[in-house]
């Protein structure tokens, strides 16, 4: 049967046998994969009253943060966003009592970002669904083959550089 990408290389094959265009069948499939897995989490969190970004904000205070939170800077390289956008989601997740703003004790000149216990008590709720969403996107692949794309795409991302959250 295939997929799009195959269909992809099939048309430029047709009018471009000189391109080699096999780099496609995978950064084509990352990328369209991206895309729909982006929809498939959007609607999930759309069904439990929230946006990914939220998740991912609440999510990255709730692994990370401790009990002190993280300051906005080092939230805002977790995120990979603008300042600004960061300010403008914490803003929107404080009005919600999901996290809230506190002195920082080492640094009076910087504002540590925590989770309040609302915050807490959603994303400790959520994060088992979604990972039983998760699994459901992945259930074509058994476990040898989860195993080896790991893999592969660990040793993609090591080569391009992302090796850190910062």
């Not at 703003?101 to 979604?130: F, N």
């Amino acid at each position: 049967m295939g997929d799009a990408v195959d269909l992809i290389i099939e048309h430029w094959g047709r009018e471009r046998p000189d391109v080699d265009v096999s780099p496609m069948q995978v950064i084509g499939r990352i990328s369209r994969l991206s895309r729909v897995v982006e929809q498939d989490l959007k609607k999930f969190f759309a069904g439990h009253g929230m946006e990914f970004w939220e998740f991912d904000v609440l999510a990255t205070l709730r692994r990370s943060g401790g009990e002190t939170g993280l300051t906005a800077g080092a939230l805002n390289r977790a995120a990979m966003v603008t300042s600004g956008a960061i300010t403008n989601r914490i803003d929107r997740l404080a009005t919600k009592g999901l996290v809230e703003r506190t002195p920082d004790p080492e640094d009076r000149r910087s504002v540590r970002v925590q989770l309040t216990p609302a915050g807490r008590t959603l994303i400790d709720d959520l994060l088992p669904l979604h990972m039983a969403n998760e699994q459901r996107m992945l259930t074509t692949l058994d476990a040898a083959a989860r195993e080896q794309l790991t893999g592969l795409l660990r040793n993609l991302s090591e080569s391009l550089g992302d090796t850190s959250l910062d």
